[in-house]
């Protein structure tokens, strides 16, 4: 059968799917992948995404009437997807569209003045001096207005559609994997970026005022740790975790990071990759050429594949190698601790790629598999969803298992009066 490159599985399907494309992020899945993996979920399930990005699982589920809990740990998607997932009230929606009138008298006036500009390395690169002095005044009016975005209220609508401005006002392109530039910055003017402005936020404004039916809530939470949130023991997982091939979340997140301050340094931006799951920006790269596993034991697998990346000598080989190491490390992890919080016969399905280092593949979803075998999952497989570009070796899965707790009798001189008839469970 030909796997062929499938764009309604990319996040280019969402584009124009209301709440869904507010904001681009190349690597958000696709929701007729998500549709396709929750259709015959039952009303009464309970939706687990612990990389939820820009929220595309749990709005997804939300839109179908179903209940979803989705985690990360970057403070800017967790606001965003917060903001994806809430319903706004007709009155909430009215209030911000006269707050935006005001906000644009106003950005007239400070067009004039001299405004708070982000920290971004060689931002001229991004933005005309002119075209920065406007964007300035325009979030300046912002600010005075709505306050920063740090909170999430109606006004986050405001905060995105600034983000999708700067964008989109920008020189980055998006015809690569991740984000570059083009040769030349285009110079804007106040009408025009007002009125850029105005017609992102109306579009968004038009999806916010559709009711969900389901509810979605977004926690900050490391996932690599075991999540406890209101006791809640989840019937489903489906998620994209990041993929072991070196891009970096907040590398192609900083342009809005910045500019809605919720990142401020350079030295900031290389912890949080850090923190991540595949994280390779900044610091996060000379802290994984001495990182160490702590010894969790992990597939025989993965040392073969370790192995033979070592053994090209390339000048990089120790640095991959360990990239590849604790990127399955802390992969591992989280499957391990996520046992805690699943319901008996719980489904999983997880959307990943996998990768090549000088020439050794890296077959992430063997590698996946054959850790949740490890950890005692059951029912688990793998098939493949698409070709993730020309070159013929690199593909996405869907990695899927269940959880079935294991049980075992305790033999009769471990039994006390009270658990006489019980077993225990092997977790
Ligand atoms: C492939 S993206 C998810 C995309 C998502 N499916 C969507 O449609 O937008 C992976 C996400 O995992 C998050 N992540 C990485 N390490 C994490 C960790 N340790 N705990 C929680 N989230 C993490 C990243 O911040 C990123 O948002």
Redesign the pocket.
Known sequence: MKIGQRSDYTFKYNKKLGRHGWLR?T???SVKLVEEVIHSIPQNSFILD????????GLVAAENGLTAHS????PF?IWLGDAKCRNYSARELKELRVGIDTVLAECKELANEENWLPDIHNITRWWCEHTLSVLAALRQSLVNQFEEPANNNVSSLAWIAFCRLIIETSSAAFNHVSMSFHDEVTTFEIEQIESLFVEILEAITDSAEQPLSGEASIYS????EKVSIDGVKYSHVV????YPNRIS?IRELRPYMYWTKFLDTAREAGELDW???GGTWGVATSRLQSWESNGTQLPESLKRVVSRILETEEKNALLMANYVWKYFH?MHLHLQNLKTSLKKGAELSYIVGNSSFYGKQVHTDKLLEDSLKMLGYNNVGSRIVRKRNCKKELFEYCVYATWQESRVFVPKYFRTHQDNAVQLELL
């Not at 939470?221 to 690599?224: E, L, T």
């Open positions: 992020l690597p958000a899945y612990p990389f939820s990005g820009t929220g595309t699982t985690l990360d740990i970057n998607l939470v490391d996932s690599r998620t994209s975790p990041p979340y923190k991540a799951i802390d």
